[in-house]
Nanobody
Framework: QVQLVESGGGLVQAGGSLRLSCAAS????????MGWFRQAPGKEREFVVA????????YYADSVKGRFTISRDNAKNTAYLQMNTLKPEDTAVYYC????????????????????WGQGTQVTVSS
């Protein structure tokens, strides 16, 4: 079992920045690919970005490309999401997730591919 806890959400004005963290505990290690998803009210949970087990590969949704950056520190069992130039449409609950992967460079981008989820952290961007 892996437990994930997100932090760093909050209220920010459009154009501002936030940095989310996702701390993992339990059966952690670098065998998990990590991802960030978000869910706005009345909408389905959507993929934001994913990172491979070793951090060398990343994949971004078009809506956040060039504004968001994912990273991970395997020594600290923590993943990060740096969000810059935030827009009101980025408002959502952000979830981090972990996927048990055999391949070091694999990326997963669908909800069903992930085995563990955090409780979510609210990000609100005002216009």
């Amino acid at each position: 079992q892996v437990q994930l806890v997100e932090s760093g959400g909050g209220l920010v004005q459009a154009g501002g920045s936030l940095r989310l963290s996702c701390a993992a505990s339990g059966r952690t290690g670098s065998t998990y690919g990590m991802g960030w998803f978000r869910q706005a009210p009345g909408k389905e949970r959507e993929f934001v970005v994913a990172i491979s087990r070793d951090g060398s590969k990343t994949y971004y949704a078009d809506s956040v490309k060039g504004r968001f950056t994912i990273s991970r520190d395997n020594a600290k069992n923590t993943a990060y999401l740096q969000m810059n130039t935030l827009k009101p449409e980025d408002t959502a609950v952000y979830y981090c997730a972990a996927a048990s992967l055999q391949m070091t460079y694999a990326i997963r981008i669908t909800v069903g591919d992930y085995d563990y989820w955090g409780q979510g952290t609210q990000v609100t961007v005002s216009s």
